[in-house]
Structures are given as C-alpha cells and as structure tokens.
C-alpha cells in the first residue's frame, strides 16, 4: 500500500465515528431553513450537502483543508527550481488533510507516472470526433471510455463490503488523474496542429502556469454545477469515470466553467474595438457603461457566493504582474480590475462588483501561447478532478447514501405561501 493511501486510511478510520455519532445522536437537529425564492431559485445557498475537502468563505474565499490558498502555495513542496507547487502535493493534501513533505510529494509523483499511460482504444475514440467539435464533448467522452478500466465497477459486481468502497473508488481516481494530461494534449493536438504533438520541456516557464491553474481551480465547495454533479451521480454508486464525464459535461455550460472561454472572446472583442491599443481609464470606463446600458453584462466580475476579490484572481493577477505586466491582453485585464468594481458598484445591481477567477486566467493562457480559448474548460476541468476525485472517495469512506431530494409542484408552493394546508 503506497504512502498516500496508508495515510488516507488512516484518516478514514478516524473519521468514521464522527459521521456515524453525528447521525446517530444528533440526526433531528435542524439545520437551515429553506424559502421558497430559494426552491425556485436553484436551491441557492441551502446548507444541505457536507464536504471537507473545500470551504468557501464569503469574505476570504476558498480553503482547502482549512487552509487558504496563500498559505497552501508557501507550504506545500515545490520541484526543484519552481515557483508554484507540486499539484501531486495538493491532492495528498485534499485527500488526508495534511500537507505532505518531499518524500510524500515524490511518492504520490511516481504513483501518477506508473498510471499515466492511456489504453490504445481511447486514442481511437478522440480521432473518431469531427475536427470541428468542442473540445468538452470530446474530453468528457474519453473519460467516459475509460469505464471498462473501472476496479469499482468490477469489484462492486463481484460482491464487496460497504467498508471497502473507498479503495477501488481511490485506484480508480488516481488511475484517471494521472491520464488527463494524456488525454488532453492528444485532444490539443488532434483539434489544433494536426495531430502533431507538442514536446514538453520541463524547464517552460508554462509548467508553472499549469501548476497554478489546476491547484487554484481544484476545488470550489460541493455546490456548484461540477461538484454536484459529480457528488451526485457517484452517490448511485457510479465508478469515478462514469462521475467524473458527467462533472465535466456541468462544466462545459457558459454559466460555469465555459466562463472562462467567454472572457477571454470579450476580452478580445474589446481590444479589436480599441484598435489594439490600450485605452486610458477614461476610455475603457465609457466602454464599460456602453456595455452595461446596452443590456449586457461584464463577464469575468461578480460571484454567487463571494463578497470581495476571488483570492484566486489575485494570485493570477500576481504572477501576472511579475511575468506579464507589459502584456497588451494583460494590460486590459488590469485596466478593467481598476474600473469595472466602482461601475458595478454605481450602478448598483451587483452583490459582488468584483473579479472572479475567470476574469484573469484566460489572459495567462494567451500570453503563453495556448490561443484556442474554448479548450480553457479543458484545463479547468483537468484542475477540477482533483477536488471532486478526493470528494468522492470520501463520499464512499463515509457510507453517504444517494440524493434523493423531494420536489413540490407549483401549487403546493403556492398554498404554503398563502398559508394554505395541502391535503
């Protein structure tokens, strides 16, 4: 049994009895109370689904572990020579709660390398898509294949005890995580260079910038679209595969993770507009206002939850103003950061006028060379299994059951908000 996983069971054992008390002593406490605006709304900040993996702050933003994003960059370990962490670091980290040491980082490095490669027919099933499909549909295809590789689905028909679910559930995810890179430089090359591989170079400065991308989108609590999904359809008692495709196809929607896609086409509708040079504030302040008075939005600003700057986008902001600050794509980026907040706040429609991660990370993934805005979500999503793989094995270490919650019909909301008894 590796480092990680000896640890992560551990860490099970630990903490089983604490669910189990939790349900069997304390299982009629209420918890929260549910309005009809928020039925209706998409069940919009309901305290009804449990994670540890992630908090989501309205003020500071994410935590992983209980831990910030700040402080997971200066304490988990880097490779020799770089400026952001080992991603291997941040999934032991999202897994057992502990931020590993070096010698911990390497073995999960070499568990990955044993199961990175990709069975010949996945590659069958990529080149099989039309040249001109989106690169989500493709990608969530292919993870999708992998389902003949489950040990969940083959040891869940052989007979296993509820007890054990979490291991294959744990092999799965760790087989997957290590070929997603796989599968989305082979769909990279088959969509944009004809095939051609791009060789990689362990010294690109662009390594970093991956880093930061995949620990920074990770995770992002268990509500929103991706992580339901996949907490949902693995609560069938799906294998990783069969969740992780589905996770992938809630991220591909505009209102999530395709955000990013769309920033980045704005951002570029704005600088064509301005004829390639960079406006003074006084410019881009009457382009945003043109914008907002013409009935459309300022994408990349405002989030569901926070309340302040996505900590995210500031750490993208960062490195960019270390590695990007004479960058004409940047430029405009940091040109709206200035103004956009005080507009939306004027105009007084936003809870939130600030910038969301999405705002930023396109730019980055232009600067350095990666210009096919709609494979961005691919990148997203690579970063988002990490979160959602450690939340499902958790999710089978602690016997969660399937979601199965009730629905009201029209009427029925309508006579318990006249105070009507239903009959």
């Known amino acids: ?27 009629d406490v209420v918890v929260d109370n549910v309005t009809i605006s928020q039925i209706i709304g998409g069940m919009r900040d309901i305290n009804c689904l449990v994670t540890d993996i992630s908090h989501l702050d309205p003020e500071e933003g994410i935590r992983y572990r209980g831990y910030t994003l700040p402080e997971l960059f200066e304490k988990l370990p880097k490779p020799k020579g770089a400026e952001m962490p080992f991603v291997e670091g941040a999934l032991y980290l999202l897994l057992t709660g502990d931020i590993p040491n070096e010698a911990q980082v390497a073995d999960v490095v070499d568990e990955f390398s044993k199961r990175r490669i990709l069975p010949r027919y996945v590659y069958e099933v990529i080149d099989a898509f039309p040249s001109n499909s989106h690169p989500m549909a493709i990608f969530s295809t292919a993870i999708l294949t992998l389902h003949r590789e489950s040990f ?43 095939g051609k591989r791009i060789q990689s170079n362990s010294n690109k400065p662009y390594d970093d910038v991956s880093r930061l991308h995949f620990i920074i989108h990770a995770d992002h609590e268990s509500g929103n679209v991706s992580a339901h999904t996949g907490h949902l359809v693995a609560s069938s008692l799906s294998d990783i595969y069969l969740s992780i495709s589905a996770m992938i196809n809630g991220l591909a929607g505009p209102l999530h993770g395709l955000a990013n896609q769309e920033v980045l086409r704005w951002l570029l509708e704005l600088k064509d507009k301005m004829g390639g040079q960079i406006p003074t504030e006084d410019e881009i302040r009457q382009f945003v206002w043109d914008t907002l008075n013409s009935g459309q939005v300022i994408p990349g600003f405002g989030h569901a939850v926070l309340r302040k700057t996505d900590p995210r986008y500031i750490m993208q902001r960062d490195f960019s103003l270390k590695y990007l600050k004479d960058d004409t794509l940047f430029k405009y980026v940091d040109l709206l950061y200035k103004v956009v907040p005080d507009i939306l706040r004027e105009q007084g429609k936003a809870k939130n006028p600030w910038p969301n991660v999405d705002a930023h990370s396109g730019a980055i993934q232009w600067y350095y060379g990666v210009r096919e805005y709609d494979f961005y979500t691919v990148l997203f999503g690579i970063g988002r299994a990490l979160g959602i793989c450690a939340n499902i094995i958790w999710d089978r270490a602690l016997y969660y059951p399937l979601e199965r919650p009730k629905s009201l019909t029209t009427e029925m909301l309508e006579k318990i908000a006249m105070g009507i008894k239903n009959k």
Do not use: H, V
């Not at 049994?1 to 002593?25: A, C, G, H, V």
């Not at 997957?176 to 969509?191: D, F, G, M, V």
């Open 152 to 194: 969940f689905a083959k040891k869940y028909e052989a007979g296993m005890k509820k007890s054990d679910y979490w291991d294959p559930m744990y092999e799965d995810s760790l087989n997957l995580l290590a070929k997603l890179p796989e599968i989305a430089t082979y769909i990279y090359a088959k969509l944009y260079r004809d």
């Open 1 to 27: 049994m590796s480092n990680l996983k000896s640890k992560l069971y551990e860490k099970i054992e630990q903490w089983r009895p604490r669910t189990k008390r939790l349900l069997d002593e304390y299982g």
